[in-house]
C-alpha cells in the first residue's frame, strides 16, 4: 500500500508539474486536468485511511471566490486550490496556504524582474506557486517519505 501512495503521489506531482506548464504558456487550468487531479487526490487521500476534507475546501472557495469576484485572483487558480485543499486537514491547510503565498511572491518578483512586460500585461503564474507549495507541503504534513 505504501508503494502505491509514493506512486500516485508522484503523478500528482507530475500532474501539477503539467498544470503550471499550462499556466506559464497560456494563463489558463484546464477543467480536465483539475478532473484528473481530483480522482488522484481522492485515491491518495483514501489509500492513506482519511477522508477529503470537503469543509475546508468549501471554506477556501467561498473565500477565494470572493477575491476572484474583484480580479485578485484568477479563476483557475481559485479551483486548484480548492481541489488540493481536500488534502490537507483543518491542522494543515494554513501551513499548505502560507507556503502558497511564500512562493507566490517568489514567483511575482521572478517574473516582475526576468519578463516584466509579460506579467505586467498576463498576470502571474500563480498554479506555479501552489503547485510548489503542495509539492513540498503535502510529503511533510503527511508522512510521505
Do not use: C
Amino acid at each position: 500500500m505504501e508503494y502505491w501512495i509514493k506512486v500516485i503521489y508522484i503523478l500528482i506531482a507530475l500532474l501539477l508539474l503539467y498544470i503550471s506548464l499550462k499556466d506559464i504558456t497560456t494563463r489558463t487550468i484546464s477543467h480536465t486536468s483539475l478532473i484528473f487531479l481530483v480522482f488522484l487526490l481522492v485515491a491518495l487521500i483514501v489509500m492513506q485511511g482519511r477522508a477529503p476534507n470537503v469543509a475546508a475546501a468549501f471554506s477556501v472557495f467561498i473565500i477565494l471566490f470572493i477575491l476572484f469576484v474583484f480580479h485578485v485572483i484568477g479563476g483557475g487558480d481559485v479551483k486548484l486550490l480548492t481541489v488540493l485543499s481536500l488534502s490537507f486537514s483543518n491542522a494543515t491547510i494554513v501551513t499548505f496556504i502560507l507556503t502558497t503565498l511564500f512562493f507566490g511572491g517568489l514567483v511575482a518578483i521572478t517574473g516582475l524582474i526576468g519578463f516584466r512586460k509579460n506579467v505586467i500585461s498576463n498576470g502571474v503564474p500563480y498554479a506555479v506557486a501552489i503547485s510548489l507549495a503542495f509539492i513540498l507541503t503535502y510529503p511533510i504534513t503527511h508522512a510521505i517519505y
